[in-house]
């Protein structure tokens, strides 16, 4: 990500009186992902429906949370944007309660206005203003790629100027507006929302540990490290730094990106100097343009898919199957056209792999593994391509395909950092865009179990984890604006498969037509009268909601089908991704076992 000047808005202010809704505040621990499931208090606002005017947008929710660090912001519209990239879509924030300072606005004084499609915002304070950029109120937002909803959290001690708070006081108003032709006020003109902080504490989370779960377990490190190198190597300013990293993490398999002077054997060179091969080890690796993998595990094949690399590697002893890996770095910023293109080559490769008599042809059962700096802060079409085959452009890359073996998705690895409750895996104080989740781990889950998993930021690990580990706080900014994202895997054990073939006790799920397309629909057939429970859980193991719960009554022997629409018990619809529905059955007869079974399936919305 490169330093793009930011754009001019103009916005004329209103002054009304207003009426207040409700004041209220809820501490919580937010896991900024882009995800939204851990939103599981009470909805600040619910703006009314077709009240946008001519722009398209309207906004259907506006929700806060707080900790002790930030204010989190919830926010949902009825269309997909790009939230940095063009749009009219602005925040302000009321932080003295004063309607006459600051910038007169919807019937508030707003002394913070932050325009996200400019990526820039203005701080008022004493009759003046000045230009803020989101370093100044260590702004963060995800997701990076089109959606309709986003969660930002903006920094509670911030001094936007360098001087003087932001937040002053307990409480604050406030607005959202799509500045435009009759655009969409969430709260409406005539109404304040008025948030006020909780100091109910959040306990912060507690570090990752870097050990791998069990020893046997096979680590996978994708980094941008665009600082390493230097021409003709390696840049010994650097590389002490490197060193830390990659002795800490102890790596089986590193994906490379922005390795464009140093060769694969200098490459393999410098990891053989951090961590020395033990007997029978060696450090193996290929390239193509700057993605360069090594490996512990023989390179038995390479190819080139665009510009990222694709190599085969001799993982059987470790995993029960060979690993199909591709190092990708897709194109930067606003080149969708050319990004979209790569996502959908790469996605015919291993559509092609999974076919008997292709140009690359790999057993059944071979894990496929996609890591690497997808620079995905466009489209969400993008995303989506590389999780479930869904290709764009079918009259040149081929036919839409379930990428993994067992006819579903592929797997995602979205991690906390080590300390925080963030998934960004890209930042850069300097620019004017904020941190992004940018860096990427997909994976066939049929086969392979996810252990640990964690994105690596030293500035913001504590003295005591740094020493734990023998790292310094400088170490990851100085190799790269990219964070090293870090994930364990292991073979999958019977008690870790998603689908209990036949079912268990007869018990079993399956996807119905129509998956996946603003709603999951799916079957669960029963041998025998019984209790049914359905329960969804996101990627990271957490409880959405409860669809159906055992004291529904007794459902007769036969198949059932049930929707999903994304809704939970509480809180905004759950976004496009994986999912996992488990069933468990309570068969009436007082002597049967209680039965169970879980299906990944996909919603897109």
Same mark, same amino acid.
């Given at each position: ?14 002054? %009304? ?7 209220? $505040? ?76 600051? %910038? ?22 004493? $009759? ?258 590389? %999780? ?47 941190? $992004? ?33 023998? %790292? ?134």
């Amino acid at each position: 990500m490169r330093h793009r000047p930011p754009v001019a808005i103009v916005l004329a202010g209103v002054l %009304l009186l207003a009426l207040p809704l409700r004041a209220g $505040g809820e501490s919580a621990a937010i896991f900024l992902d882009g995800f939204f499931t851990d939103w599981t208090g009470a909805v600040e606002h619910l703006d009314p429906a077709a009240d946008s005017g001519t722009s398209g947008i309207d906004f259907r929710a506006l929700d806060l949370a707080n900790d002790g660090e930030y204010l989190f912001v919830r926010f949902e519209l009825t269309v997909p944007v790009g939230l940095q990239e063009a749009n009219n879509l602005e925040l302000y924030l009321d932080t003295d309660m004063n309607a006459g300072t600051g %910038l007169a606005v919807g019937g508030i004084g707003a002394e913070l206005l932050w325009q996200f499609g400019a990526r820039t915002g203005r701080f008022y304070r004493l $009759g003046s203003s000045v230009q803020i950029f989101q370093d100044d109120i260590r702004l963060r937002e995800l997701p990076s790629v089109t959606s309709p909803e986003f969660e930002i959290a903006i920094g509670r001690n911030v001094r936007p100027d360098g001087v003087n708070l932001l937040f002053t006081g307990n409480s604050m108003r406030v607005l959202v507006h799509d500045v435009g032709t009759n655009g969409d006020y969430a709260p409406n003109i005539g109404t304040t929302l008025t948030y006020s902080f909780d100091a109910t504490p959040v306990s912060p989370p507690a570090p990752t540990s870097f050990a791998r779960v069990t020893p046997t377990d096979v680590r996978i490190v994708t980094w941008n490290a665009r600082d390493l190198e230097a021409p003709g190597g390696f840049n010994p300013g650097v590389t002490p730094s490197a060193d830390r990293v990659f002795s800490a993490l102890d790596p089986d398999i590193v994906c490379f990106q922005e390795i464009y002077n140093a060769t694969p054997a200098q490459t393999a060179a410098l990891l053989e100097s951090f961590l020395p091969s033990g007997a029978g080890e060696a450090w193996y690796a290929a390239e193509v343009n700057d993605c360069i993998v090594v490996s512990r595990f023989p390179i038995v094949s390479q190819w080139a898919i665009d510009l990222n690399l694709a190599v085969l590697l001799d993982a059987d002893a470790a995993l029960g199957h060979d690993i199909l890996l591709v190092d990708a770095h897709l194109p930067c910023c606003t080149n969708n056209a050319g990004r979209q293109a790569e996502a959908d080559n790469i996605m015919r490769f291993f559509r092609d792999a999974m076919t008997a008599g292709g140009t690359v042809t790999v057993p059944s059962g071979t894990h496929f593994m996609l890591a690497g700096d997808m620079n995905l802060v466009g489209f969400a079409q993008q995303l989506v391509t590389l %999780l479930t085959g869904d290709i764009a452009d079918n009259a040149t890359y081929g036919p839409d395909f379930a990428p993994d073996w067992d006819g579903t998705a592929f797997g995602e690895v979205v991690s906390s950092q080590t300390e925080r409750r963030f998934a960004y895996t890209w930042r850069s104080d300097t620019s004017a865009f904020a941190p $992004g989740r940018l860096d990427f781990i997909i994976y066939t889950d049929s086969g392979m179990h996810l252990e640990r998993h964690f994105s690596l930021y030293t500035p913001e690990m504590s003295a005591a984890q740094l020493s734990l580990y023998g %790292l310094q706080a400088n170490d990851v900014t100085t190799v790269s604006d990219h964070l090293p994202h870090v994930a364990d895997f292991r073979p999958l054990r019977t008690s870790d498969v998603d689908d209990v073939a036949g079912g268990e006790g007869g018990l079993q799920i399956t996807a119905a037509a129509g998956s996946g397309r603003g709603a999951v629909r799916f079957a669960v057939a029963l041998a025998e009268p019984a209790r049914l429970r359905l329960e969804v859980f996101d990627v990271r193991g957490t409880l959405v909601t409860t669809l159906r719960d055992d004291d529904a009554g007794v459902l007769p022997a036969g198949s059932h089908r049930f929707v999903w629409d994304g809704s939970r018990a509480a809180g905004p619809r759950a976004p496009s991704g994986a999912y996992f529905v488990r069933a468990i059955a309570s068969p009436t007869r007082a002597e049967a076992a209680i039965q169970a079974a879980t299906k990944k399936l996909l919603l897109i919305r």
